[in-house]
């Protein structure tokens, strides 16, 4: 198992969990197949995010663009959405589940059990998981725009108000920081209209396996490699050994 330095865990990663269709076709399955696999991997990744002292691990379940996939799959994706929040690994976790999103978009008897969900696990405190459902970046800055141009039109803000904390304010993710760490699974190189915003500063990391085949060795893996990389913020290296160098007498 790799070794990870225990004081230096990322607080919130955010997760592109890709790859469920291809590994049920290399298996002769249908793409629902793949998908039920990736629930299992939800459950093995939030196990070990809590153990390991993550706060906040955002996955990316659902994008606007995925309404555009054929209506049995959006279906059955649907269908595993109201499965997998049965789950009693929040429960078993401390884990609050949160979700972020074009909420009204979706069936009504998801729309219920997400916000069930949401009550049941709101005094759980070790890790906060965050699924991004019919969510996308594009959407939400949108949105948060029309949200500010409303307060401006209406005399509550004037423009010289409006700056970075503004905004991120009006941002879906309001609630939590932004990704320490970035991960996308199955092979692709891309953010796919996922937190553009709060992934500005973000470290990224893409592997080559599948969704369901991702583990606690694939998530300690990211997170070493995570760890190897110094976090400048525009600092220069020098500045920034600077600052964690001990303070001399």
């Known amino acids: 198992m790799t070794q990870l330095d225990t004081t230096n865990i990322p607080q919130h990663i955010a997760i592109i969990m890709d790859g469920n269709g291809r590994w049920a076709a290399e298996q002769g399955k249908p793409r629902s197949y793949g998908h039920q696999a990736g629930v299992?991997?939800?459950?093995?990744?939030t196990s070990e995010c809590t153990r390991l002292?993550?706060?906040y691990l955002t996955l990316y379940t659902f994008s606007t663009e995925n309404w555009n996939r054929p209506a049995t799959e959006v279906a059955?994706?649907?269908?595993?959405?109201?499965?997998?929040?049965?789950?009693?690994?929040?429960?078993k976790n401390n884990v609050r589940f949160q979700v972020i999103g074009d909420i009204e978009r979706l069936p009504k008897e998801v729309q219920q059990k997400l916000q069930e969900t949401m009550e049941h696990t709101a005094n759980n405190s070790a890790m906060t998981m965050v699924v991004?459902?019919?969510?996308?970046?594009r959407w939400e800055i949108v949105k948060a725009t029309q949200e500010?141009?409303?307060?401006?039109?209406?005399?509550?803000i004037a423009a010289t108000d409006i700056?970075?904390?503004?905004?991120?304010?009006?941002?879906?993710?309001?609630f939590m920081p932004d990704p320490d760490l970035l991960i996308r699974t199955g092979g692709e190189q891309r953010i796919s209209n996922y937190l553009l915003w709060q992934i500005a500063?973000?470290?990224?990391?893409?592997?080559?396996?599948?969704?369901p085949d991702f583990d606690e060795e694939g998530l300690h893996k990211a997170i070493a490699d995570y760890?190897?990389?110094?976090?400048?913020?525009?600092?220069?290296?020098?500045?920034?050994?600077?600052?964690?160098?001990?303070?001399?007498?």
């Open 40 to 45: 299992d991997a939800v459950r093995r990744i």
């Open 53 to 55: 002292g993550v706060k």
């Open 76 to 91: 059955a994706l649907m269908g595993l959405v109201l499965t997998s929040l049965e789950d009693e690994i929040f429960m």
């Open 132 to 137: 991004a459902l019919s969510y996308s970046s």
């Open 148 to 156: 500010i141009a409303a307060d401006l039109a209406a005399g509550k």
């Open 163 to 174: 700056n970075e904390q503004l905004i991120s304010e009006h941002m879906t993710t309001s």
């Open 201 to 211: 500063y973000s470290e990224l990391y893409f592997c080559d396996t599948f969704w």
């Open 227 to 249: 760890q190897r990389r110094q976090r400048r913020f525009g600092k220069t290296e020098a500045q920034v050994e600077a600052e964690q160098s001990p303070s001399q007498p």
